[in-house]
């Protein structure tokens, strides 16, 4: 059942509080709700054309192409229009979001924190190239895949790391891109526009694959006291990775043990004692070119750390160890996800696993597990 939609009063009240404040915080704080709520509220305003944006109110269910304007001979506006088409992908962003999270409502407490963890641990879980949706006949691509598949791989996996790991005190969940095959419904890759092969509909992708995470960060909370979680955009994902960050960030936002870093840029930087960590996907910047860019972006971090790592995605195999240059060991990862029939047909054989890395604060990697993919 869809959530009903906010009257205008409300959205208008949103529109002139905002304009009160400096800040979108302040503003929501004001009104006494959370940033996401007063957030979402000026969207459904620009939407509706409430907040002065545009000169006629754009239906729910459309999105804007752009707005022309006829000037007169004295530089008066004699007609304005907006330009819209369907956005049936940002509708099924929303119907999919309230879809994941109606069944939650009443959910159970969260597991108790354990008791016995080591603050001088921290286990990094890399999900890499998950592809939740990609279909895979086997006949054609030598294995099959497809969404139930996708989802029993990645809970298998990841329980089964759990149970191996150091009781470390906490987790980094780390998802390094393209976590999903498809980023719309058109089922084609944003940049290149590929057609791709998918397994159901795309707003059903995307509820699972919320839940999907959520199984997976609560995994995580029976073994480590805290949980970090970033979800990196990839070339399959750009958006959708980003829906899924405040998805996750809403689902645990009452939970101190779980950090959604919602940041939604190419990079994500961490230190944990003299350890520092970069990752990225991967389609952008290359695995050697990383040194560079993490002395440059995060100098600080960079000085006062000792023991310098960069995870990456993208290429779907491991790379044997990695490379070191410039102080910085960095490695790409495997798949959990079948080949899809281009991959098959291009001959690309790389197999499929999943690793966790346990870092100490003072030594840098001690631990390594490694699972293969069960379904």
Known sequence: MSTPPLPDELLIEAVQVRNQHPTLRAAAEALGISWNAMNNRLLRAAQRGLDGSVPEP?????????????YGPNGDVLMQW??????????????????????????????????????????????????????????????????????????????????????????????????????????????????LDVDTRYAKVLQVGVELMIECIELALQKHAKVIVRCLPGNHDPH???????????????????????DPSKFFWWRFGKVFIGATHGDMVKPDEMPGVMASFMPKDWGESVYRYAYFGHVHHKSKGGGEKHGVVWETFQSLSAKDAWHRASGYASGRSMVAITHHRDKGEVFRHTVCART
Not at 58 to 70: A, C, E, F, N
Not at 166 to 178: F, I, K, M, Q, R
Not at 241 to 254: E, G, I, K, M, R
């Open 58 to 70: 754009v239906p729910i269910g459309q999105k804007i192409k752009g707005l022309s304007t006829l």
């Open 240 to 262: 959708t990775a980003l829906t899924l960050s405040v998805a996750l960030a809403a689902f645990f936002h009452n939970n101190e043990r779980v950090h959604v870093d919602r």
């Open 82 to 195: 907006v330009k819209t088409s369907t956005d049936q992908s940002a509708q099924q962003f929303l119907e999919a979001i309230e879809g994941a999270f109606e069944r939650y409502r009443g959910h159970a407490a969260l597991p108790p924190a354990p008791q016995h963890v080591n603050a001088d641990l921290a286990t990094v879980y890399n999900i890499a190239d998950h592809h939740l949706g990609l279909y895979a006949w086997a006949e054609e691509a030598g294995e099959d895949y497809d969404l139930e598949i996708g989802e029993r791989a990645l809970k298998n996996a990841m329980s089964d790391l759990v149970a191996h790991t150091p009781a470390s005190e906490t987790a980094l969940v780390l998802n390094l891109g393209d976590f999903f095959h498809s980023d719309t419904n058109e089922n084609r890759t944003a940049r290149s526009g590929n057609a």
